[in-house]
């Protein structure tokens, strides 16, 4: 009797709504958009040798790869709220690391950092797919992406800007939004999700769900759409800028031109709306092949930097059109008893393009000047382009036969 006067929020854990993950993707871009500028000049300052700045980078890849595939191992020991809540303290380690500074502190910074970024990722992930309808994917990209997109565009400027003050500034506002990350997760009360029980039978090898990825065709390639997709953006990021100095436009034009790029996180409503008129097969199609044929066309134009210059921001927007939609391939594809695990998988494109393009980079340059490189990722988008042909042409698309509603409206 006395469970009459509990109130219902007491009594009930909330449904999180699409905005609830748009709210922490928001607030870990915070934590991300600030760092990203600031992390290589802080390594570089603590090891002064670029080339060493490489091969840190190159590890870090490395083992952030492999704690995002134990991940879900992880999960099986520790409740998946617990792991959440980590990844975000693993971000204060590393912001404490970085404000200590020196050659061997700075470097473990950025580790605890990258593991942090992967944890939060897979974690994140796996809710996703527990709470958001099948059909609503798309609308829950496209609001994470809207609330991201004032930190990606005002972080990178702030954060250098803030150094330039003070060194430990940056870190000790990333810091703030990590708590805030972090608060804001248990308010949700996310819990550990939906628990699906599998039939009985020995606990899985922590690396035994690959089996079950490459006998999945429709999982490789989404995975290899969001791999190359981020290849595309560490062609931009880095060699852009490289470009813009080689050619006499100065340090400033790439990161005016990154800016102006990452504020297209606005327009993601608008595409979300191309994507529910047109597919997700023609979307991705679209835009890998507007993509391919802008990076191509600044290799073909390199020696005419301004017209380069605006080819590869062309190219941009097609990369913000798949961070919209290139990821529903896969969502779309993954079973419920496998969200963790795939989740994992999913996240491994981070690291994989990590590794993959700088070494990709360093063979084209071996032979071709650094436009070469611009012309190689714009090989890969077309390659995608074909792969995204065998796309089922409904994809995203309501399913009468199924209970299926007409797909929401872009918000």
Same mark, same amino acid.
């Given at each position: 009797?006395?469970?009459?006067?509990?109130?219902?929020?007491?009594?009930?854990?909330? &449904?999180?709504?699409?905005?609830?993950?748009?709210?922490?993707?928001?607030?870990?871009?915070?934590v991300?958009?600030?760092?990203?500028?600031?992390?290589?000049?802080?390594?570089?300052?603590?090891?002064?040798?670029?080339?060493?700045?490489?091969?840190?980078?190159?590890?870090?890849?490395?083992?952030?790869?492999?704690?995002?595939?134990?991940?879900?191992?992880?999960?099986?020991?520790?409740?998946?709220?617990?792991?959440?809540?980590?990844?975000?303290?693993l971000?204060?380690?590393?912001?404490?690391?970085?404000?200590?500074?020196?050659?061997?502190?700075?470097?473990?910074?950025?580790?605890?950092?990258?593991?942090?970024?992967?944890?939060?990722?897979?974690?994140?992930?796996?809710?996703?797919?527990?709470?958001?309808?099948?059909?609503?994917?798309?609308?829950?990209?496209?609001?994470?992406?809207?609330?991201?997109?004032?930190?990606?565009?005002?972080?990178?400027?702030?954060?250098?800007?803030?150094?330039?003050?003070?060194?430990?500034?940056?870190?000790?506002?990333?810091?703030?939004?990590?708590?805030?990350?972090?608060?804001?997760?248990?308010i949700?009360?996310?819990?550990?999700?939906?628990?699906?029980?599998?039939?009985?039978?020995?606990?899985?090898?922590?690396?035994?769900?690959?089996?079950?990825?490459f006998?999945?065709?429709r999982?490789?390639?989404?995975?290899?759409?969001?791999?190359?997709?981020?290849?595309?953006?560490?062609?931009?990021?880095?060699?852009?800028?490289?470009?813009?100095i080689?050619?006499?436009?100065?340090?400033?034009?790439?990161?005016?031109?990154?800016?102006?790029?990452?504020?297209?996180?606005?327009?993601?409503?608008?595409l979300?709306?191309?994507?529910?008129?047109?597919?997700?097969?023609i979307?991705?199609?679209?835009?890998?092949?507007?993509?391919?044929?802008?990076?191509?066309?600044?290799?073909?134009?390199?020696?005419?930097?301004?017209?380069?210059?605006?080819?590869?921001?062309?190219?941009?927007t097609?990369?913000?059109?798949?961070?919209?939609?290139?990821?529903?391939?896969?969502?779309?594809?993954?079973?419920?008893?496998?969200? &963790?695990?795939?989740?994992?998988?999913?996240?491994?494109?981070?690291?994989?393009?990590?590794?993959?393009?700088?070494?990709?980079?360093y063979?084209v340059?071996?032979?071709?000047?650094?436009?070469?490189?611009?012309?190689?990722?714009?090989?890969?988008?077309?390659?995608?382009?074909?792969?995204?042909?065998?796309?089922?042409?409904?994809?995203?698309?309501?399913?009468?036969?199924r209970?299926?509603?007409?797909?929401?409206k872009?918000?």
């Amino acid at each position: 009797m006395a469970t009459r006067n509990i109130p219902i929020f007491l009594k009930h854990t909330p &449904t999180p709504r699409v905005e609830s993950f748009a709210l922490l993707a928001g607030l870990e871009a915070a934590v991300r958009g600030i760092l990203i500028s600031v992390m290589p000049l802080t390594i570089y300052d603590a090891v002064l040798d670029a080339g060493v700045v490489s091969r840190i980078y190159f590890l870090v890849g490395i083992a952030s790869l492999l704690w995002g595939l134990l991940v879900p191992w992880a999960t099986r020991h520790v409740p998946r709220r617990w792991l959440y809540t980590l990844g975000t303290g693993l971000y204060l380690v590393g912001m404490t690391l970085a404000v200590i500074g020196g050659p061997i502190t700075v470097p473990l910074a950025l580790l605890a950092n990258a593991l942090a970024t992967v944890t939060i990722f897979v974690c994140f992930n796996a809710y996703v797919l527990d709470y958001i309808a099948r059909a609503d994917l798309g609308r829950c990209q496209s609001m994470q992406m809207l609330y991201a997109a004032a930190p990606w565009a005002l972080g990178p400027m702030l954060g250098v800007w803030l150094r330039s003050l003070w060194q430990p500034a940056p870190f000790l506002i990333a810091a703030v939004f990590s708590v805030a990350l972090c608060i804001a997760f248990w308010i949700l009360r996310l819990g550990n999700g939906k628990q699906i029980t599998r039939a009985k039978g020995p606990a899985l090898n922590p690396l035994a769900y690959l089996g079950r990825f490459f006998s999945q065709p429709r999982l490789i390639a989404g995975w290899l759409f969001a791999v190359i997709r981020s290849c595309g953006w560490w062609v931009y990021v880095v060699y852009l800028p490289i470009y813009c100095i080689e050619s006499g436009l100065g340090d400033k034009v790439g990161g005016v031109a990154l800016s102006l790029s990452n504020a297209l996180l606005f327009t993601t409503p608008f595409l979300l709306r191309f994507v529910y008129r047109r597919t997700v097969r023609i979307a991705v199609r679209s835009a890998f092949a507007l993509c391919a044929m802008a990076f191509i066309g600044a290799t073909l134009a390199s020696g005419l930097p301004w017209i380069t210059v605006l080819l590869l921001m062309v190219g941009s927007t097609s990369l913000v059109l798949l961070d919209v939609a290139g990821g529903l391939p896969f969502m779309m594809a993954v079973k419920p008893s496998e969200r &963790t695990e795939m989740a994992a998988v999913y996240s491994s494109f981070r690291d994989v393009s990590g590794i993959l393009t700088p070494g990709a980079a360093y063979l084209v340059l071996l032979a071709a000047p650094l436009a070469g490189v611009f012309a190689a990722c714009g090989l890969g988008m077309a390659a995608a382009w074909v792969m995204a042909g065998r796309l089922h042409p409904r994809l995203g698309t309501a399913r009468p036969s199924r209970g299926g509603q007409p797909l929401p409206k872009a918000a």
